[in-house]
């Protein structure tokens, strides 16, 4: 990849550490930031050996792919943590249309879709007090299919087969490295309003009809939208609505 993906932002991606193969990308930039990387600072591998998702669910990363991490520093109180995820996201879905001109719709909390098959994820991690978030994003940008574990292949595409042709890893690498400084910087600027806007206006399933695995039930409504917590608002089939924090649309 060109050295210079950080060239047009201020911070996000101006320094950026690149591997050919790691466990996690999250995990070094974890080391990185524990040990006080400036925010912004990047780490991108080909591939990763225990690349993870959410709830410890493992993320399948072979080569081709975009697998990255931000060290970022959001100052933000727990609650609105969620928040970095939905900014990232969406980010990471105008960057990829930028790039490719592939459509990508966001599926809650964090799901990039083409259409009903994912393309690519985002996992925050911010532990509490750290002082630091690190943003891991996934992208199946050159991905071969049959690379990707058979339970994983039925639901899943790449950006290569879906635009009909390898896509470039460095023109996305900095159209993310832009969009992601770009959601950031109206974040912080007390704009949560704005990306909720930029969120629903690719949302997936708002307005549908969902199922939503949660951490001990299955909640069944219509996806009403999301609110200032992030949280999915779910009308049930007796009118009322349950907020949900965290779970999985079926
Ligand atoms: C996510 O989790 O979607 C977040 C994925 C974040 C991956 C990035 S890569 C760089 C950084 N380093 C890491 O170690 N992680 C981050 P979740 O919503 O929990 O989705 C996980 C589920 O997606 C799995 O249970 C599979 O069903 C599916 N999956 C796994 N690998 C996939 C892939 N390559 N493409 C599409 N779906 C996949």
Not at 72 to 89: K, M
Not at 100 to 107: D, W
Request: hydrophobic share 45%.
């Amino acid at each position: 990849m060109s050295p210079d993906a950080g060239a047009r932002t201020r911070y996000v991606g101006r320094r950026t550490e690149r591997h050919a193969r790691v466990t996690s990308t999250n995990d070094v930039a974890r080391d990185l930031a524990a040990a006080g990387a400036p925010e912004g600072t990047a780490v991108v591998a080909d591939e990763q050996t225990g690349g993870r998702g959410r709830l410890g669910r493992p993320w399948a990363s072979p080569p081709g792919g975009l697998w990255l991490s931000l060290v970022l520093r959001p100052r933000l109180p727990a609650h609105e943590a969620p928040r970095l995820g939905l900014a990232v996201g969406v980010a990471v879905a105008r960057a990829i249309e930028r790039a490719t001109g592939v459509a990508v719709r966001l599926k809650w909390p964090n799901d990039l879709m083409v259409g009903d098959r994912k393309v690519g994820g985002v996992l925050v991690e911010a532990p509490a007090e750290a002082g630091w978030a690190v943003a891991g994003i996934g992208v199946n940008a050159n991905v071969s299919l049959e690379a990707l574990p058979p339970e994983v292949r039925e639901r899943a595409t790449t950006l290569e087969a879906a635009a009909g042709r390898p896509v470039d890893r460095d023109a996305l690498l900095g159209e993310i490295f832009a969009e992601v400084e770009k959601a950031y910087e109206v974040l912080r600027g007390d704009g949560f309003a704005t990306i909720l806007r930029w969120w629903r206006d690719r949302a997936a399933s708002l307005g549908e009809r969902v199922t939503v695995r949660v951490p001990g039930e299955v909640v069944a409504g219509v996806a009403e939208g999301i609110d200032e917590d992030g949280a999915l608002l779910v009308r049930l089939d007796d009118g009322s609505v349950r907020r949900l924090l965290a779970g999985e649309i079926g």
